[in-house]
């Protein structure tokens, strides 16, 4: 064993292998220490390896790695500072075949095409967002509004049509964060920004796990973004892909002439449906290297957790007859949430997940996965379906929009409308509502109206706060040029208005976890379109909710309120302010006492048509006579 410092510890490496070195960025990759550069790299079906670069004219002959463990892991030493040199490992297989790989572990990489790691020291970079981090505990986050931003950052706001006319990160984040805020959103999902080759992809087939892409700029900018967002109270999430990786022949796939990173069976190795690659999970060192990936992305960029993409693709064995579990996938998720809670109590870890596997977000000591929350993608297809059928017809399908009421406490839930949902054909949100040009507005209002006070965590993909009549191009701009236009100014003030109400009204979130916030009012009115429930916090103050997904607006609409009192509206999705036709509840509404839909008092309403209604009883004021 070399007496140099630098050199792997036995212990590291041994935790490597076992599968438990959740920091493994610290002694993989490129790494310059007092002015030294050392490589290490796991390349287990190597025969040799060398270190090529614009430092050596890209002949690694004086630059070849040593084999320091029998499982692969190589070292390589050299006496000068590197920094912002380009590298890449050149490998020559068991066969003899010579590969050029771009470092797994590269912190920094070149702007596509080209496709070189870059030795680049993270540490330079003074954050800013020390309140931010010292005030976040994970104690109430369940009982906190959550409402998510989700955008792709090379489409929310471009500089031009061409592939590179792109905003940096910092100018994104000087132009983006003050939209966010004045929207009303808590947090900012970013679509992966880990380095991809092609931008269609959006950055869920990675090539370099550990790199920022350098579409927008250096890791520093990208720090700066995340600093900014906290500065102003948003929080980042950032989409992760665990399952899978691009085939591009500078990537992961095939690394080392072997099968590294993937399983070595080619029907558990292939995912025919993205054409990618699929983790080997029953792999240690795929655990050392995916959970290190979720830490570092914490360590370094202060990312406040995760959209876990594909989750049941982890599940589940890829290409087989039925559902059939996949136990190193199970384990590996179970490791990594145990691993991320860990070193970040608060973090919010968040599957995507489409099957119905129990307990994702039970904690794993009770037999969960361990994720806090999980996107309801029943909830989603269902209320679409509803939503995309004619009005005519919607009483055929009355119970998709209560169906979720049946499972809603089975996990904790984010009700999602994300970039899948606008995406391929698939039309916006305002374009799936049937009917003419006012009528497509007044049911996308009530949609969102219906989704707040659904019990459940919000997200929203970027533009639906404009209603854009085009689904998501993923190439151009989002239709920014639409606020031009009275009706979608009309509705971003509803948005906008709607979104100041969810989150300043605890009875919208305060007990989205608990059935003790939510009971049906009227839930059986499949003839007028009805639903009716109410909303409750923890001291029992409640929200009423009444959506009529008709097209007949009633002026002497009754429903039972779980108060005897005095009522007033707290929103209406039909305010002329907003597009709508003005049937309001203007002045203040008092209960009868009399006891309706097993409530005891009812009010008498004006219920527009494609409109939903908010109505909260009034305080009264103890000092008047």
């Given at each position: 064993?070399?007496?140099?410092?630098?050199?792997?510890?036995?212990?590291?490496?041994?935790?490597?292998?076992?599968?438990?070195?959740?920091?493994?960025?610290?002694?993989?990759?490129?790494?310059?220490?007092?002015?030294?550069?050392?490589?290490?790299?796991?390349?287990?079906?190597?025969?040799?390896?060398?270190?090529?670069?614009?430092?050596?004219?890209?002949?690694?002959?004086?630059?070849?790695?040593?084999?320091?463990?029998?499982?692969?892991?190589?070292?390589?030493?050299?006496?000068?500072?590197?920094?912002?040199?380009?590298?890449?490992?050149?490998?020559?297989?068991?066969?003899?075949?010579?590969?050029?790989?771009?470092?797994?572990?590269?912190?920094?990489?070149?702007?596509?095409?080209?496709?070189?790691?870059?030795?680049?020291?993270?540490?330079?970079?003074?954050?800013?967002?020390?309140?931010?981090?010292?005030?976040?505990?994970?104690?109430?986050?369940?009982?906190?509004?959550?409402?998510?931003?989700?955008?792709?950052?090379?489409?929310?706001?471009?500089?031009?049509?061409?592939?590179?006319?792109?905003?940096?990160?910092?100018?994104?984040?000087?132009?983006?964060?003050?939209?966010?805020?004045?929207?009303?959103?808590?947090?900012?999902?970013?679509?992966?920004?880990?380095?991809?080759?092609?931008?269609?992809?959006?950055?869920?087939?990675?090539?370099?796990?550990?790199?920022?892409?350098?579409?927008?700029?250096?890791?520093?900018?990208?720090?700066?973004?995340?600093?900014?967002?906290?500065?102003?109270?948003?929080?980042?999430?950032?989409?992760?892909?665990?399952g899978h990786f691009c085939k591009d022949s500078h990537g992961l796939h095939n690394f080392d002439?072997?099968?590294?990173?993937?399983?070595?069976?080619?029907?558990?190795?292939?995912?025919?449906?993205?054409?990618?690659?699929?983790?080997?999970?029953?792999?240690?060192?795929?655990?050392?290297?995916?959970?290190?990936?979720?830490?570092?992305w914490m360590d370094y960029y202060h990312i406040d957790g995760f959209r876990v993409d594909a989750?049941?693709?982890?599940?589940?064995?890829?290409?087989?007859?039925?559902?059939?579990?996949?136990?190193?996938?199970?384990?590996?998720?179970?490791?990594?949430?145990?691993?991320?809670?860990?070193?970040?109590?608060?973090?919010?870890?968040?599957?995507?997940?489409?099957?119905?596997?129990?307990?994702?977000?039970?904690?794993?000591?009770?037999?969960?996965?361990?994720?806090?929350?999980?996107?309801?993608?029943?909830?989603?297809?269902?209320?679409?379906?509803?939503?995309?059928?004619?009005?005519?017809?919607?009483?055929?399908?009355?119970?998709?929009?209560?169906?979720?009421?049946?499972?809603?406490?089975s996990e904790n839930y984010i009700l999602p409308f994300s970039h899948d949902e606008v995406v391929?054909?698939?039309?916006?949100?305002?374009?799936?509502?049937?009917?003419?040009?006012?009528?497509?507005?007044?049911?996308?209002?009530?949609?969102?109206?219906?989704?707040?006070?659904?019990?459940?965590?919000?997200?929203?993909?970027?533009?639906?706060?404009?209603?854009?009549?085009?689904?998501?191009?993923?190439?151009?701009?989002?239709?920014?040029?639409?606020?031009?236009?009275?009706?979608?100014?009309?509705?971003?003030?509803?948005?906008?208005?709607?979104?100041?109400?969810?989150?300043?009204?605890?009875?919208?979130?305060?007990?989205?976890?608990?059935?003790?916030?939510?009971?049906?009012?009227?839930?059986?009115?499949?003839?007028?379109?009805?639903?009716?429930?109410?909303?409750?916090?923890?001291?029992?103050?409640?929200?009423?909710?009444?959506?009529?997904?008709?097209?007949?607006?009633?002026?002497?609409?009754?429903?039972?309120?779980?108060?005897?009192?005095?009522?007033?509206?707290?929103?209406?999705?039909?305010?002329?302010?907003?597009?709508?036709?003005?049937?309001?509840?203007?002045?203040?509404?008092?209960?009868?006492?009399?006891?309706?839909?097993?409530?005891?008092?009812?009010?008498?309403?004006?219920?527009?048509?494609?409109?939903?209604?908010?109505?909260?009883?009034?305080?009264?004021?103890?000092?008047?006579?």
């Open positions: 064993m070399s007496s140099n410092s630098f050199y792997p510890s036995d212990f590291d490496l041994h935790l490597f292998h076992e599968g438990n070195l959740f920091k493994a960025y610290n002694l993989f990759g490129a790494h310059v220490r007092n002015g030294k550069t050392v490589f290490a790299l796991w390349a287990p079906n190597a025969k040799k390896v060398r270190v090529i670069g614009n430092f050596n004219e890209w002949n690694g002959h004086a630059a070849e790695m040593k084999r320091t463990t029998n499982e692969g892991v190589w070292f390589l030493e050299l006496p000068e500072n590197l920094e912002g040199s380009l590298y890449k490992y050149e490998i020559v297989s068991e066969s003899g075949r010579v590969i050029h790989k771009t470092d797994p572990f590269a912190f920094m990489t070149e702007l596509r095409p080209r496709t070189a790691g870059i030795v680049h020291t993270l540490d330079g970079y003074i954050w800013h967002d020390e309140k931010w981090r010292s005030h976040h505990r994970p104690s109430h986050i369940y009982e906190e509004p959550l409402a998510i931003y989700e955008m792709h950052l090379g489409t929310w706001k471009k500089k031009g049509k061409g592939e590179d006319d792109l905003y940096t990160y910092r100018e994104l984040a000087d132009m983006l964060i003050p939209h966010v805020k004045e929207q009303g959103f808590t947090h900012i999902e970013v679509m992966p920004v880990t380095e991809h080759p092609f931008d269609r992809s959006w950055g869920y087939q990675s090539t370099g796990y550990f790199a920022a892409t350098r579409r927008y700029g250096t890791p520093e900018d990208f720090m700066y973004f995340v600093d900014e967002c906290h500065r102003y109270g948003l929080g980042v999430i950032m989409d992760w892909v665990p002439g072997g099968f590294s990173y993937e399983y070595e069976n080619n029907w558990d190795r292939e995912n025919y449906v993205w054409g990618t690659a699929n983790f080997d999970l029953s792999k240690t060192e795929v655990h050392s290297f995916l959970i290190s990936n979720a830490l570092f989750v049941s693709n982890i599940f589940y064995w890829p290409n087989r007859d039925g559902l059939e579990p996949n136990p190193h996938g199970v384990s590996f998720l179970q490791k990594l949430n145990k691993a991320v809670f860990a070193f970040k109590p608060e973090a919010l870890m968040i599957a995507e997940d489409s099957s119905d596997w129990p307990q994702v977000t039970a904690p794993v000591h009770q037999g969960g996965i361990g994720f806090n929350y999980k996107w309801n993608m029943g909830w989603m297809n269902d209320v679409l379906d509803y939503m995309e059928t004619h009005w005519n017809e919607r009483s055929d399908k009355h119970h998709l929009m209560t169906f979720s009421l049946m499972y809603a406490y391929h054909g698939k039309k916006s949100l305002l374009d799936k509502m049937p009917g003419d040009y006012w009528q497509k507005f007044a049911q996308l209002r009530l949609l969102l109206m219906f989704m707040m006070a659904h019990p459940g965590k919000k997200l929203l993909f970027m533009g639906t706060e404009i209603a854009p009549f085009s689904e998501w191009k993923d190439l151009e701009e989002v239709d920014w040029h639409l606020m031009d236009y009275d009706m979608h100014r009309s509705f971003n003030d509803y948005f906008k208005q709607l979104m100041h109400v969810y989150k300043t009204v605890p009875s919208l979130y305060e007990l989205d976890h608990s059935p003790d916030g939510f009971q049906w009012i009227d839930v059986h009115n499949q003839d007028q379109s009805v639903f009716s429930y109410v909303r409750k916090d923890k001291e029992g103050n409640a929200v009423v909710a009444v959506c009529n997904f008709g097209d007949y607006g009633y002026s002497d609409y009754k429903i039972g309120v779980p108060e005897i009192g005095t009522y007033e509206e707290l929103l209406n999705s039909d305010e002329a302010a907003f597009g709508g036709s003005n049937q309001v509840n203007n002045t203040k509404i008092e209960a009868v006492a009399e006891v309706m839909h097993g409530q005891p008092a009812y009010v008498d309403i004006n219920l527009p048509p494609f409109g939903a209604v908010y109505l909260r009883r009034i305080e009264e004021d103890k000092g008047r006579n």
